[in-house]
């Protein structure tokens, strides 16, 4: 029994590590990126952020319910927009089976259009809770916004929102929301996601090559996941820093590889190696013109940098930008304060410049 007990460990070992694992990228570690000091209110804003986050959290552990835990940081994650207020128009809509939501601002021009793709480490978000996302990627880009409500974990495996976001990518090269049953080609494309929503968004970015009729024209990740294996070195050294990922997902980081390759095949539900789950893994070369950003003291770090340097190594255009001292995905939930709102700045100088250069290169 002994025996047979140490060979299925070695051969789960060995699955682990040679299927479940991925390559050894840490040859992109080296720290890149242009970098931007914090801002004076980033503090109290931080602040207001970790002790809302402190009350969901105690509300949900306090229900003593996995499943009632879930529902409420579902309500909280759905009710971040709720204080929006604006002109955009929000409209429901399916793209190819998968609901989704139309953001159109005044005198949006609906053929220029975005496919955004929510976070919340694919448990939670919606294109509800985050409409203010897509309420500002609607001004500063001119088009209308397309957001996916794919489907998420524990309900469906990975595959599941893959799948959800490439339909809704393929729908939104003909439809607008004044198709009315009729086929209008897109003109300028833009994909967008943060966090879980950012894996998504740099998978479609190097699946559209292939996998669609055309790229997009540009793509922009705000605190992306980049590797499910879970092997960035930012998510030990960042552990304590990112007040937001850092407690969940602190346990995890201290688990040997090989475990935590398992850990994340069950929870998945598919091989976490895959491309289409670690966009890391996919074939870098000829992506769109693409926006990163990432806070310094977030655990995602680490897998943002080495995407940036294995893109840059296979000759694409990426820029990256590291912001000091944000929480993750402070874009949505610092909105309205220093940093974020010279991190959408950022975003918008970046799609002003895209869209100028696709108009020079127009026949």
């Known amino acids: 029994m002994l025996i047979v007990t140490l060979i299925l460990l070695v051969v789960l070992y060995l699955v682990a590590k040679i299927y ?22 980033d503090l109290e ?9 402190r009350d969901v959290k105690q509300q949900a552990t306090a229900s003593r319910s996995p499943i009632k835990g879930m529902r409420i940081v579902r309500k909280f994650a759905d009710e971040l927009s709720d204080d929006l207020e604006t002109d955009t128009e929000f409209q429901s809509v399916m793209a190819n089976g998968v609901p989704c939501e139309w953001a159109i601002g005044p005198n949006a021009n609906p053929n220029t259009r975005v496919l955004f793709l929510h976070g919340g480490a694919f448990l939670f978000g919606s294109s509800k809770g985050h409409r203010k996302f897509t309420d500002k990627l609607a001004k500063i880009s001119g088009g209308v916004v397309l957001s996916a409500d794919y489907r998420m974990l ?7 929102s893959i799948n959800d976001a490439q339909q809704a990518y393929k729908w ?9 049953n009729e086929t209008t080609p897109v003109e300028t494309l833009m994909v967008a996601g943060d966090s879980a929503g950012g894996n998504l968004a740099l998978m479609l970015s190097a699946w559209s090559k292939t996998g669609a009729e055309r790229k997009p024209d540009a793509v922009v990740a705000f605190s992306p996941s980049t590797d499910s294996t879970f092997v960035s070195p930012t998510l030990k050294s960042n552990a304590k820093t990112d007040k937001i990922l850092g407690p969940s997902l602190g346990l995890v980081t201290k688990l040997p590889e090989s475990v935590k390759a398992w850990v994340a095949t069950c929870v998945l539900r598919a091989n976490p190696a895959n491309p289409l789950l670690s966009p890391l893994f996919q074939d870098l070369s000829n992506l769109p013109p693409t926006l990163i950003h990432a806070s310094s003291n977030e655990i995602l770090l680490g897998e943002a940098n080495r995407y940036v340097n294995k893109a840059w190594a296979s000759g694409s255009d990426i820029r990256f930008q590291v ?5 993750h995905d402070w874009h949505l939930f610092n909105m309205g304060y220093g940093s974020a709102n010279d991190a959408w700045s950022e975003v918008e100088a970046f799609l002003a410049d895209v869209f100028l250069n696709k108009k020079r290169d127009e026949p």
């Open 20 to 41: 479940l694992s991925g390559p050894d990228l840490s040859i992109y570690d080296t720290p890149v990126g242009q970098t931007f000091k914090s801002k004076d209110d």
């Open 45 to 53: 804003a931080n602040k207001r952020l970790v002790n809302m986050l």
């Open 154 to 160: 524990p309900e469906n495996g990975r595959h599941a």
């Open 172 to 180: 939104l090269l003909k439809n607008s929301p004044s198709s009315d």
């Open 323 to 327: 912001w000091e001292n944000q929480v």
